[in-house]
């Protein structure tokens, strides 16, 4: 008993920000950290407004800070801002947390993730007579683990980065993806200069049996296909459909606004807006095995000259 409760103290103390998780990096313990951080009972949830979204924003700006990443404004990584939900009269707090690595490069390819979740399951959950935290370990601490991961990939590869590279972890995706909603307004950066943008939504739950990458764009956007690694060197198959989530993930709005990009998943589960949606889920390995084809697609996408004008 009292070893358990020590581990839970210092569970405690990692999530509140006072122990270090191991540097930022595209591996199973990096990984299993942040999300065994971002998806715990105390951040309840994750939802917009509340202390464990707060909670949220400050370990994923602390890690990206760890990364490399320099702030778009001065000593700025979080971008708060409000939104209406539409389930309700009340306006809501929320905010995007953003770094930047850049390369001198006119040109700037963004990757995002979105860390918000359901909470206690109110609205949106695909349990709705359950109250039970929904911890949202897939959709989308998985997402925001891998964008981390990757920020810390391109700092320690940075002198090969052609492009500057923009990591954007948003908030209030699942009430109607307000976050990346909010950034492409912001006028942070110009979005006339964004080459490409990559997008990461549940990326934890590869299939064992049959595993599998799915990829959406690339109907819009087939260029991005010659610069993929090849499908039959890959440890999964990679299923280059379109759409994953039908207008439902962040990609959507920058689609909108006419910028070429790609969506990265492992797919809809059976626990996707549940409970059950829980760290003891997560294909480590598989996340792994992802990311890897994806550091190889992003050294490619940097490879290329012009790519702004090219896939436009």
Not at 22 to 40: D, K, M, S, W
Not at 49 to 66: F, H, M, N, S, V
Not at 213 to 233: A, C, H, N, T
Request: hydrophobic letters at 40%; charged letters at 25%; glycine letters at 8%.
């Amino acid at each position: 008993m009292r070893t358990g409760m020590i581990l839970l103290f210092l569970l405690a103390l990692s999530i509140r920000g006072y122990a270090q998780f191991p540097p930022p990096g595209c591996n199973e313990n990096y990984f299993r950290q942040v999300i065994t951080a971002l998806a715990h009972d105390s951040m309840q949830g994750r939802l917009p407004g509340t202390q464990g979204e707060k909670d949220a924003a400050a370990i994923i700006a602390r890690e990206l800070k760890k990364a490399g990443c320099k702030p778009l404004q001065k000593k700025k990584f979080l971008f708060p801002f409000d939104y209406k939900n539409p389930d309700s009269v009340m306006t809501h707090a929320a905010g995007n947390v953003i770094g930047a690595i850049r390369a001198k490069s006119e040109y700037t390819i963004v990757v995002g993730a979105h860390y918000d979740h359901l909470g206690w399951g109110k609205y949106h959950s695909n349990a709705p007579f359950t109250k039970a935290i929904h911890n949202g370990a897939d959709d989308n601490a998985s997402g925001v683990a891998m964008l981390l991961g990757l920020a810390g990939w391109c700092q320690a590869h940075k002198k090969d980065l052609r492009y500057n590279m923009v990591f954007i972890a948003y908030d209030a995706e699942e009430d109607g993806l307000y976050g990346s909603r909010k950034f492409l307004e912001s006028g942070l950066i110009d979005t006339a200069k964004i080459a490409c943008y990559l997008n990461f939504d549940m990326v934890g739950r590869m299939d064992t049996l049959k595993p599998i990458l799915k990829i959406e764009g690339l109907s819009e956007y087939p260029v991005f296909d010659k610069m993929l690694p090849p499908d039959s060197l890959q440890p999964f198959a990679v299923r280059k459909v379109d759409p994953i989530f039908i207008g439902g993930s962040d990609n959507w709005n920058f689609e909108k606004q006419h910028i070429p990009g790609l969506s990265f998943s492992t797919g809809i589960n059976e626990h996707y807006h549940k409970p059950e949606d829980d760290t003891d889920r997560i294909n480590w390995k598989g996340m792994v095995q992802a990311s890897a084809y994806v550091r190889e697609f992003i050294l490619a996408l940097h490879k290329t000259p012009d790519l702004g004008k090219l896939v436009r």
